[in-house]
């Protein structure tokens, strides 16, 4: 059942929630891209009538084994660029178990990635700062793993939109919320040797990066030393 | 927390981990502000691995922008390769004016012209004095005529500074402010035990050991001073390529035990040094302003200086002409005055000179007049920048035309409620 349903621009955020949420309840939250059916495969069909365009003007010896082809290689080119379009993103949260971050494709292809409840450390909200802009992402502190695991690989849905799901993953993760934003010593309570470690490690060398994107920063608090 | 008054972005190639007198000001000043009841925002470059956003005390937000410096810790200048992420930054923190630092600075001068463009309110902060022979000052001069040719206030920091400033840049006097910097009288403080100065009086020399900085006066100086008065004894600290120098001087005068020579000191170390003096002696031949002396005064040192900006009251400096004869004559008349110095009272009247909350307030006002300057359009700008010179004029007004036509490009491919404005997180205790 659909609890909450906020929309902007580019994407539309769905939380869906049992009727009556008992506790155990599986929790999901999905990120959709607006029309990106449409915007995806237009902008392909332009670039390829362009190829198409270009090869005939090209190779004018031969019309028709060029224009045969040309079509053939730009329908190539479609297939394996529309195999990169990202149709949703979700969060299923399955208290006591775990969470799956799955990506859908316009394809129709879904990649997942499960992570058991006793490897999540803390999720974090974090301000990312590229060479030409700064954008909100949500992240999670892995235990034995140095980077942090992005929550939504492709997309970046807004700030509104990455609250309340940060604030389930605390709930399942057994974070305390407060602890977050108020004290000036540190962001991120500590809570075990090993995130005290892993934290130590982060804060003194925050240039890290995850498998495919480029993360270059962290929100934190900390007096200068 | 109520809305801050002003939400302020301080942008330079200068600040912390980097150290200097530049990174400090800009510290210091933030967070007086922040106490002031203000928003601050510091934009400066990665350092190293340290990229992207920090928090310093007081709820400091620091945004390390990932351009890498090229030379001198400065950004690599694009002209136009600033405008996203300045653009972006601005609207994020909704931020009000844009208070740029030091002229050598690439970062700023990029920043400020797209700020301008945007129709942000502008402040300038000159940190240093530059010549007007070499290659690099007159190219530096030009630039920083064209982004001091549309600002809305500027603050030098000196009167020696000022008048370099507004000669370099054509920039109208009565829009430059004076504001010295400050000295954090909390940190300097003067020793406990005062060291007694009837056996042996220590002067103190604490610089970079560069032909700037006086070097080679020190090593005039020194030998004469020693020669004259048996009681007295030298520390020098700091290192540079004048080291050598006084090396040479030591072995040929025998000074070994009346001159020590420590090398580079941090400036955590600073104050340890200072407390061990009687007297502080600076030989720059210029300086636009000497944090130095106030250091020394703070620690209750009496000083002898060059005339050099940023100067302290008469009976706490003694002031000489960059010439050994008349240093030497400068620290016999402080040696002569030294028994009448109470160092706990020259303490107690930087505290009141030199402040960094006067500092702020001062500033305050300085943008609460940039504010109520008005918003020119961007025809009126064009028609400032024509003035500059014959070439400059022409080639300036071209670059801000495109400057503002990749901006609108820019809001129409990412409009502004696109870019979500970031909450203001609450760090009080």
């Known amino acids: 059942m659909v609890s909450s349903c906020l929309s902007n621009k580019r994407y539309t955020y769905i939380h869906e929630n049992e009727n009556e949420p008992t506790r155990g309840a599986i929790d999901i939250h999905h990120v959709i891209i607006n029309g990106s059916r449409a915007t995806g495969y237009a902008r392909l069909r332009w670039l390829a009538f362009f190829l198409v365009g270009l090869a005939i003007l090209l190779g004018k010896d031969n019309p028709v084994r060029t224009l045969s082809w040309s079509c053939l290689l730009s329908g190539f080119f479609v297939m394996i660029q529309s195999r990169k379009f990202v149709k949703k993103e979700s969060v299923i949260i399955m208290p006591t178990f775990g969470i799956q971050l799955q990506t859908q494709y316009l394809s129709g292809k879904t990649v997942s990635r499960f992570i058991p409840i006793g490897k999540i450390l803390k999720p974090v909200l974090v301000e990312c700062v590229t060479p030409v802009t700064c954008y909100w992402s949500l992240s999670l502190f892995l235990r034995g793993e140095e980077q942090l695991t992005l929550v939504f690989k492709e997309l970046r849905p807004s700030l509104k939109m990455l609250v309340p799901i940060w604030k389930a993953l605390c709930a399942v993760s057994g974070t305390d919320q407060r602890e977050m934003m108020t004290e000036e010593e540190h962001v991120v309570a500590v809570e075990c040797k090993e995130y005290n470690e892993l934290y130590q490690q982060m804060w003194c060398q925050p240039n890290y990066y995850t498998s495919k994107d480029k993360i270059y920063s962290v929100t934190k608090s900390s007096k200068l030393k | 927390m109520a809305e801050p008054k002003l939400r302020v972005l301080m942008v330079s190639d200068f600040f912390f981990p980097n150290f200097g007198g530049v990174e400090n000001h800009i510290y210091y000043l933030s967070q007086c502000l922040l106490n002031l009841g203000h928003k601050v925002v510091v934009m400066t470059h990665a350092y190293g691995n340290r990229t992207g956003v920090r928090y310093m005390t007081g709820g400091l937000k620091v945004y390390y922008v990932p351009w890498r410096p090229f030379t001198m810790q400065n950004t690599f200048p694009t002209v136009y390769g600033t405008l996203p992420i300045v653009r972006t930054i601005l ?109 042996v009086i220590t002067i103190v020399v604490i610089s ?65 040094v200072l407390v061990t003096g009687h007297i502080f002696l600076n030989s720059s031949l210029t300086e636009a302003f000497c944090i130095a002396i106030l250091e020394a005064a703070s620690c209750g040192l009496l000083t002898v200086s060059t005339r050099v900006g940023g100067v302290l009251p008469d009976d706490m400096v003694v002031l000489a002409e960059p010439d050994p004869d008349d240093m030497v004559r400068a620290i016999e008349k402080a040696i002569s005055i030294l028994p009448s110095i109470n160092p706990e009272e020259m303490h107690n009247r930087m505290k009141k000179l030199y402040s960094w909350q006067d500092v702020a307030k001062r500033t305050e006002i300085v943008y609460d007049r940039a504010l109520k300057c008005s918003n020119r359009n961007l025809l009126e700008r064009l028609s400032r920048f024509l003035s500059c010179g014959a070439w400059a004029g022409k080639v300036f007004c071209m670059v801000m035309i495109i400057d503002y036509l990749l901006w609108r490009l820019l809001q129409l491919l990412q409009p502004d409620d696109d870019i979500e404005e970031a909450p203001d997180i609450n760090f009080c205790n």
């Open chain 2, 91 to 199: 609207k994020r923190e909704r931020i009000t004016v844009v208070h740029g630092h030091q002229a050598f600075s690439t970062l700023c001068h990029e920043a400020l012209m797209h700020a301008r463009t945007m129709g942000y309110r502008v402040v300038f902060t000159d940190h240093s004095l530059y010549g007007f022979a070499d290659v690099g000052s007159i190219h530096m001069n030009k630039v920083l005529q064209f982004t001091l040719a549309d600002i809305d206030q500027a603050i030098c920091v000196s009167h020696t500074s000022k008048e370099n400033t507004v000669l370099r840049s054509g920039l109208a006097p009565g829009k430059v402010f004076m504001i010295p910097n400050a000295v954090d009288t909390a940190m300097f403080k003067p020793a406990d035990v005062r060291p007694s100065s009837d056996d």
């Open chain 2, 208 to 272: 970079r050991l560069v032909y700037r900085k006086g070097a080679d006066l020190l090593v005039e100086v020194i030998p004469e001073v020693c020669r004259l008065y048996p009681n007295v004894r030298f520390v020098v600290g700091g290192d540079g390529p004048k080291h050598v120098r006084l090396e040479e001087m030591r072995e040929k005068h025998s000074l070994q035990d009346r001159v020590e020579m420590l090398g580079a000191v941090p400036h955590s170390r600073v104050r340890s």
